[in-house]
Nanobody, 121 residues
Framework: VQLQASGGGSVQAGGSLRLSCAASARAFSSHVMAWFRQAPGKEREFVAAIRWGSGRTYYAESVKGRFTTSRDRAENTVYLQMNSLKPEDTAVYYC???????????????WGQGTQVTVSS
């Protein structure tokens, strides 16, 4: 199984981007799809997650109210809609699949390749 992330780019502060993460195989209801990001010189941090079965979502405090994650079960794809972007959102964004909700990157065994998001002031 592979995860393919896309949709990154450069945007001015206040702008929006939508990231996509397509899985090469169907996920199971027990799976959790998560988004992480890593800025230069910083550790990878949790951004958002969605339970594949129920669709329940979870967000880091820093993105609540601005980012929304969703999934399309028919397309085996998860999305991250990012609105009101700030320069501090600049990072490489990764999607990952885990067997349960976790906020630590080490708990996720399947990762996409990462996509760069750059927000200028």
């Amino acid at each position: 199984v592979q995860l393919q992330a896309s949709g990154g780019g450069s945007v001015q502060a206040g702008g929006s981007l939508r990231l996509s993460c397509a899985a090469s195989a169907r996920a199971f209801s027990s799976h959790v799809m998560a988004w992480f990001r890593q800025a230069p010189g910083k550790e990878r941090e949790f951004v958002a997650a969605i339970r594949w079965g129920s669709g329940r979502t979870y967000y880091a405090e820093s993105v609540k109210g601005r980012f929304t994650t969703s999934r399309d079960r028919a397309e085996n794809t998860v999305y991250l809609q990012m609105n009101s972007l700030k320069p501090e959102d600049t990072a490489v964004y990764y999607c990952a699949r885990g067997n349960g909700l976790a906020y630590a990157p080490a708990e996720y065994k399947l990762w996409g390749q990462g996509t760069q998001v750059t927000v200028s002031s």
